[in-house]
């Protein structure tokens, strides 16, 4: 009985030693822990992608693109009335005729005997001339028999006006009669120029008048093309350089043909405040030449040439950043900004003229929370430390095996 209240009595007591003792254990544990496991930090280095920088004389460019006009495109209507004699059977639609070429003649009967009639009041107004001379003659004779006692007007006694109307009525003949001469050349509608035929309006028989239009034809020598390029590059366009036109779902990728730039026009385009150019292009058929050929309504791509702009640094769109500089890697592999001047933004190129050190070479990629001065690594460095350390590593692998080699050839000889 004594041992059990004496055990009870002592049971507190050693309950508290007991959670002393565990207490102190778990608190040495937490301790120890952190030390046993805590790894050891290293402070890493970003890696970037950079780019060298390229400096020189560039001369820039801009691709733009429009539709194919006609140069020059005519509706032909006969000179003179009447009726459809002949059409010419190549001046159908598509036909390509030359200049001089007849498309139609209209019937000559009416003309002929115009012009006829034409030929006979002449001859007539030639007689009436002749006689007229005949008497102005006797005038002058008549005139020397009265003497100088006799005051006179010389010119009614001479006849000269009716000299005049005479000599008027001869010319007034002789107009009428080329007037005639030209109507009935005027029968045969010839093409004004080198072209196709678009469309045909008449048949045979079909009576014409001066307001009917007989063709429609297109100058094929010269096409057209209208394209647009912005105000900035219109300010660097070297309108002496030729374009190069191309169609490249049609005709190939390395395919192309030259255009001229002609104008520019006076206005802005409406809708996007940009310079409209005329280029034209020559023999668009291509006749006795292995060209493409060109249509109208074609939709064409053009490069423009603009003028060299000298000792440039070429830069990415993505390089440029909104306060006008740039971000490179100096020498010392630490971040740093140039401050840079735009010559010319181009679509995909941008060049500037900005103070770049030696050994800058571009961050050729998005910065990111970065500073200047800060210290970074970049891949080309990383990759040429792999090649090297690879080539350390082969060198140790052939001396390895160059010394074991040796060691064989020495064995044999010893064995021998």
Partial sequence: MRNFFFSKKLLPLFIVILGGVLGYLILEAGEKKPNQFQKKKTKR???????????GSVIPSWEASGFVIAAESVDVSPRVAGNIESINPEAIPGGLLKKGQWLASLETIEYQLALQSQQSQLAQAQANLELELADQVLAQEELKLLGDHVVIEQSLVLREPQLTVAKARVSVAQNNLDKAKLDLDRTKVLMP??????????GQGSKVSTNTTLFSIVNTNTYWLEVKIPHKFFNILDAEQMAKVSQQRIWGDSVNR??????????LDSNDRQVKI????????????????VFINDFLNVELMGKPINNAWTIKYSWLQADNTIWVVDKNNTLQKRPVKILFKGRELIYIDTDVEDGDRALAEKPGIASVGLKVNTREDLARSIEEEGDKSYQKINQTRMTKAIKNQKGLKHEI
């Fill in 193 to 202: 120029f080198d072209g196709k035929i678009v469309s045909k309006n008449i």
């Fill in 45 to 55: 280095v970003r890696v970037v992608q950079t780019i060298e920088l390229e400096r």
């Fill in 278 to 293: 005329l280029l034209s292009i020559e023999n668009p058929l291509s006749e006795n030449s292995t060209l493409p050929s």
């Fill in 258 to 267: 030259q255009a001229k730039v002609l104008s520019f026009s006076p206005e």
